[in-house]
């Protein structure tokens, strides 16, 4: 059989703000295969990025378990969870995240440092599989947005994740780079990645395998 690449079981994430309770999500559940890209949609507030901060084991569910390739990460302890998430999950963020004291290399070289490992030339074949070649030793603030989210990207892959989680990761981009940024998903997801990733790009969820709609914490269904 295989294994889902992610698994989202009943799950709850509550924030107290005051006297008011707010269910970020509410009982969601939500299966995405290897090779599968699945685009999570809403308006502003309905959840998406909380979703994605469980998936990404940046923060942990109220109720509910968060299964990865097998591993229920909602039982893992801290340390646990800290290498889990290094060695399985790759993060893509709307505003890129680059140090801007690093290099294009040393950005995306950053996750091997974290796991006590060197490999220049994964870094290069990265960086040439998302089209920075000749840009390695360029610093962030001399790229565009496009670039800047190639990099991002290629730091998301450096540790050969097996899920890729993308909070509107076009946001922030013109439309050329936005087009070049959705070709390298559609590629990525070829290879066998599962991809989920919350948008507010229309096009983008058009591009997708599946598209879940999020509506108060719930899932919609039509
Ligand atoms: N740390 C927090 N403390 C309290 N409430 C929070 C916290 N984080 C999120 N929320 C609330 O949870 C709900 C879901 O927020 P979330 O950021 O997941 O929405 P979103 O769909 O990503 O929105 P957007 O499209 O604007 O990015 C909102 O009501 C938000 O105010
Ligand atoms: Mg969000």
Redesign the pocket.
Known sequence: MNTSALEAKQLWRT?Q?GSET?H?LADFNLTVQPGEMVGIV??????????LNQAGCLDRPTRGSVIITGTDITALPEPQLVSFRRDYIGFIFQLFYLLPTLTVAENVALPLLFASRKDPQRVEELCERVGLSGKLRALPTSLDGGEMQRVAIARALVNDPKLLLA??PTGRLERKSRDAILGIFEELKQDGLAIVV?T?DLEQADRCDRVVE?RD?KRVFK
């Open positions: 924030y703000r707010i970020a809403g308006r502003s507030g309905s959840g998406k990025t909380t979703f909070d509107e919350a507010h999020l914490g």
